[in-house]
């Protein structure tokens, strides 16, 4: 999904903090984005396995392929979820 012009969106923005060890299991249903504060994320889709440092963004479009976010480290990390809701969109807020 991309912006469409004339169409009203809502932002919700939520941050997430992921302690070593922790994991979320995720698929987006709204177009979503997100930034890395701190730490380190791994996602895993599949057989993929990618690591995201501080500062990284992630596009991830709706409906796009379940994955994993969690943390291997040591340290906690923290990043913002971002999602963008088209106003006529009921989509009860995380």
Not at 49 to 61: C, D, F, G
Not at 72 to 91: F, G, N
């Amino acid at each position: 999904m991309e912006v469409v012009p004339g169409v009203t969106y809502t932002i919700r923005v939520v941050e997430v903090t992921l302690l070593p060890g922790a994991r979320r299991d995720l698929t987006p249903r709204e177009l979503q984005i997100n930034y890395v504060l701190e730490g380190e994320m791994t996602r895993r889709a599949g057989d993929q396995v990618l690591t995201y440092e501080p500062s990284s963004v992630l596009k991830l479009p709706i409906g796009g392929t379940p994955f994993t976010a969690s943390n291997e480290s040591t340290t906690p990390m923290r990043l913002l979820v971002v999602d963008l809701v088209p106003a006529s969109a009921s989509a009860p807020p995380r």
